[in-house]
């Protein structure tokens, strides 16, 4: 799934690194779908992402995982494997 190629009109075309994925995941649990400024407040948490950029990953994220649910992609992993 290369959803991390896909650009908006105002984001930097930096790609985002394993330790603000993290920072985002982090963020993502502090700051729930109720929180007043929510996008800029994960914006700020990760680093060197705007408000826009960290909304258009969750909506990435949320799109790969509802394929990934639906069995669009299988499950990476044998059946029987201990991974």
């Known amino acids: ?6 650009t908006c009109s105002r984001c930097s075309s930096s790609p985002w690194t394993a330790k603000q994925n993290k920072l985002f995941e982090k ?3 502090k700051y ?3 929180t007043p400024d929510r996008w800029h407040n994960i914006a700020k948490a990760v680093g ?5 950029e960290v909304k258009l990953h969750f909506e990435i ?6 394929d990934i ?8 992993y ?5 991974n």
């Open 61 to 66: 994220l949320v799109r790969d995982l509802k």
């Open 27 to 29: 963020a993502l649990a």
């Open 32 to 34: 729930d779908q109720d």
């Open 78 to 82: 044998p059946s029987g494997s201990s």
């Open 69 to 76: 649910e639906s069995g669009r992609y299988p499950y990476p």
């Open 48 to 52: 060197g992402k705007s408000a826009e």
């Open 1 to 6: 799934m290369s959803s991390n190629s896909l």
